[in-house]
């Protein structure tokens, strides 16, 4: 089957817009993380959905970034008034019910703030 | 708090041969996961392989191998009969319930 698709596969907005980001896990995984990747470093957790259960927003770098997933499909990422320090690659992963060690990345959307 | 520290930004090794890119983890706890990924330039995360922290074999995936070493806190990968497509960054991550933590990576670059 699909793998996890993104997207915008590129996105270039100004400071100060929002920029919404799209995530479609593969059909099936329960859980769904958002990752945040700053040129040259590794992965900086943000957000984790598992099934219906209350979201992990414990990585959620201020009160501007914000996520939501819709049962176990599609999920957002939605960064408001954003800053150049915002500017990254923004991975999406999921992982299945039975092998819930085991994630599926996918591309990434890269965020350019200018 | 969990941490992963790669200390190899760049490695590089010649086709046919082996590299080994090392990883350290601070962690007080006893039932973890480890894992290496890589991500070519397509920016595609790729699970390499995975060791289960209770399991004193090491985990073998074909040309890819670690030295999993509890007691000093050591995940090291092992790449045999390196290969072209084999250049990439390479992510150690450790995983303790949901948490996945991840290092800064180590950039291979496989000379032909």
């Known amino acids: 089957g699909a793998g996890v698709s993104q997207s915008p596969s590129n996105k270039v907005t100004e400071k100060g817009k929002d920029v919404e980001l799209r995530c479609d896990p593969i059909?099936?995984?329960?859980?769904l993380y958002w990752y945040r990747q700053r040129l040259g470093q590794g992965l900086e957790f943000l957000i984790y959905?598992?099934?219906?259960?209350?979201?992990?927003k414990s990585g959620l770098p201020s009160d501007r970034f914000s996520a939501e997933r819709t049962g176990e499909s599609v999920s957002t990422l939605t960064i408001q008034r954003t800053q150049q320090e915002d500017s990254a690659v923004y991975l999406c992963?999921?992982?299945?019910?039975?092998?819930?060690?085991?994630?599926?990345f996918g591309p990434g959307t890269r965020l350019t703030v200018l | 708090a969990q941490t992963v520290t790669q200390s190899q930004p760049e490695m590089s090794v010649q086709e046919a041969e082996t590299v080994t890119l090392s990883c350290t983890y601070d962690?007080?706890?006893?039932?973890?996961?480890l894992f290496w990924y890589k991500q070519p330039p397509s920016r595609q995360m790729i699970l390499v392989i995975r060791?289960?922290?209770?399991?004193?074999q090491n985990a073998t995936e074909n040309r890819f191998s670690v030295n999993f070493q509890k007691a000093a806190k050591s995940f090291s990968l092992k790449i045999s009969d390196s290969q072209l497509g084999d250049a990439a960054m390479y992510f150690c991550?450790?995983?303790?319930?949901?948490?996945?933590?991840f290092g800064t990576g180590t950039s291979l670059t496989v000379i032909p």
């Open positions: 992963a999921s992982t299945q019910r039975v092998l819930p060690d085991t994630q599926y």
């Open positions: 991550a450790y995983r303790r319930d949901v948490q996945f933590y």
């Open positions: 962690t007080s706890e006893s039932d973890y996961y």
């Open positions: 060791q289960e922290a209770y399991k004193q």
């Open positions: 959905f598992q099934g219906n259960s209350a979201p992990d």
């Open positions: 059909s099936g995984h329960t859980a």
